[in-house]
């Protein structure tokens, strides 16, 4: 008696083609899918540093639902297999809970785009320009030269001062001069200052007040817009031209001092 009789022999030959049938087909419209959502993230606001992860996913995702396919055009149930795997997920999770997190705050990040490669932020205690930005951490260089790697889920938990986000950028200089010192000529001469930098903006044009009046010194805020590229290299700048031009326009700049009263008292 044969070990396969002709109708079993002509069902697995049946199964067997449609399988291969399937995997053909499968594996065709796996490519074009992955070229045409490439090509759809291209188009998008998504940092290029991602494509690769989603296209990775979408490769895996389909891959998994052709495996399925596959076996169930073959007879077999894929159902113990889905449990297996989805077990193994739970205990994945919640092994690698934290991981999980960085992972969520990743992707956040790379969808509100807080900042970008290059951009100058503050977060986290930490002040510098954004070196990488990977889906579980961050690394940021500081001005002095330290790499700091922070967890992205503890990024989109916090506080982020981007400084390089827009073109231009404000920048103040605290000034202080003495009560004798006349404060028109002060702001006067301050401001001829600023006209002769042909990096500060002309608008916003800058201005210069009367912040407050301290114990000793009469206090001044002056305030222009340039480019954020520039900012620093205004700033350094014009602070080192300050007391010359007060000096040249006969302006003091005071030295903190203390007026002493005594009073005699006779005692009785």
């Known amino acids: 008696m044969p070990f396969f009789d002709s109708d079993t022999i002509t069902k697995i030959s049946s199964q067997a083609l449609v399988a291969l049938l399937i995997l053909v087909i499968g594996i065709v419209a796996i490519k074009i899918s992955i070229k045409i959502f490439s090509r759809f993230l291209r188009k998008t606001r998504i940092d290029p540093m991602f494509h690769r992860f989603f296209g990775n996913i979408l490769k895996v995702a389909l891959w998994s639902i052709l ?25 994945v999770a919640m092994a690698l809970k934290d991981s999980l997190g960085n992972f969520a705050g990743g992707i956040l990040i790379m969808f509100t785009k807080p900042f970008t490669k290059g951009n100058f932020v503050e977060c986290c205690g930490v002040s510098g320009m954004i070196e990488s930005i990977d889906l579980l951490y961050t690394t940021i260089l500081t001005i002095d030269n330290q790499v700091v790697t922070v967890p992205n889920g503890q990024l989109t938990n ?16 605290n000034i202080s001069i003495a009560y004798e010192a006349d404060i028109e000529t002060a702001k006067k001469a301050l401001l001829d ?3 002769k ?9 800058p201005y210069c ?10 206090n001044l805020i002056l305030r222009c817009w340039c480019k954020t590229s520039e900012f620093w290299d205004v700033r350094w700048d014009n602070m080192n031209k300050v007391k010359d031009t007060l000096k040249d326009a006969g302006v003091t700049i005071p030295f903190p001092q203390l007026d002493i009263e005594i009073k005699n008292e006779r005692r009785m």
Not at 167 to 173: F, K, Q
Not at 197 to 205: E, F, G, S, V
Not at 209 to 217: E, I, L, R
């Open 193 to 195: 200052m600023l006209a």
């Open 209 to 218: 007040v009367v912040d407050d009046y301290g114990d000793s010194s009469v």
């Open 158 to 173: 916090s506080t982020i001062t981007n400084y390089s986000k827009l073109e231009t950028r404000r920048l103040t200089l």
């Open 67 to 91: 495996l399925i396919t596959l076996l169930d055009s073959m007879g077999i149930k894929a159902t113990s297999f889905l449990t297996a795997f989805a077990a193994a997920g739970v205990a």
């Open 197 to 205: 930098d042909n990096r500060i903006l002309p608008d916003p044009p």
